[in-house]
């Protein structure tokens, strides 16, 4: 099992609806989760983070994290078609080199 | 603010030479900066952890003496590749702990090796 799976994609969502993207994780030791969205042709860019269990809110974005169940997820409201991007789920892995897992990606596209 | 500069953004060499690869925190000190690579339609591959003034801890199947990794102060860290082959043409995309487990990413250097 991969550490962090995500769904590829792509996902297809109307503008002004809401986006969901999950992500589960197999270290259930696992204590910071991060959202990074990338662009085509860029680099990531952290759009949240969270460490508690609940919901997390930044503007039209909401991380959710259910550690019991190993999933977070982030929902985008009124989506946007700038939001069209690779979301990246990724979490904090303690070990003898402590490092940031991320997922493979799920596409997002957002249809005008 | 925490903005991670890369240079160059963009470079084209010649195979067998080498290319330096410098990353920048900007308005911040990085005691631990990341390397990664990116090929098209594929996810980010953890290269190496650069931690300042020590060796760097390498992934496994990264070659240390090919992808050469210099934490000299707590705001610059470079990658060499060095004999590069066409291969080795990717996305390197470096990332800098601002507060800890917390990474903010360069905007990555595009090299391609002919």
């Known amino acids: 099992q991969k550490e962090v799976e995500q769904n590829s994609g792509p996902l297809s969502v109307p503008e002004g609806a809401i986006a969901s993207l999950n992500c589960t994780y197999s270290?259930?030791?696992?204590?910071?989760f991060f959202w990074y969205r990338q662009y085509s042709g860029k680099s990531p860019e952290l759009i949240m983070f969270?460490?508690?269990?609940g919901d997390k809110e930044d503007g039209r974005f909401t991380a959710q994290l259910n550690k019991a169940s190993q999933y977070v997820s982030l929902l985008i409201r009124d989506s946007q078609p700038s939001d069209s991007a690779t979301y990246l789920c990724?979490?904090?892995?303690?070990?003898?080199?402590?490092?940031?897992?991320f997922g493979s990606g799920t596409r997002l596209s957002i249809r005008p | 603010g925490a903005v991670v500069s890369q240079h160059p953004s963009r470079v084209i060499c010649k195979s067998g030479t080498s290319v330096k690869i410098e990353c920048r925190s900007l308005?911040?000190?990085?005691?631990?900066m990341f390397w990664y690579r990116q090929f098209p339609k594929q996810s980010l591959m953890l290269m190496a952890t650069?931690?300042?003034?020590?060796?760097?801890?390498?992934e496994q199947g990264v070659e240390k003496d090919k992808f050469l990794i210099n934490h000299a102060s707590l705001t610059l860290s470079t990658l060499t590749v060095t004999s590069a082959h066409p291969e080795d043409s990717s996305f390197y995309i470096c990332?800098?702990?601002?507060?800890?487990?917390?990474?903010?990413f360069g905007p990555g250097t595009r090299l391609l090796v002919l």
């Open positions: 990332s800098a702990e601002k507060v800890e487990e917390t990474q903010y």
């Open positions: 270290d259930r030791g696992s204590q910071s």
């Open positions: 969270i460490y508690s269990n």
């Open positions: 990724a979490l904090f892995v303690y070990s003898s080199a402590s490092k940031i897992i």
């Open positions: 308005d911040f000190q990085a005691t631990t």
């Open positions: 650069s931690n300042e003034g020590s060796k760097a801890t390498y």
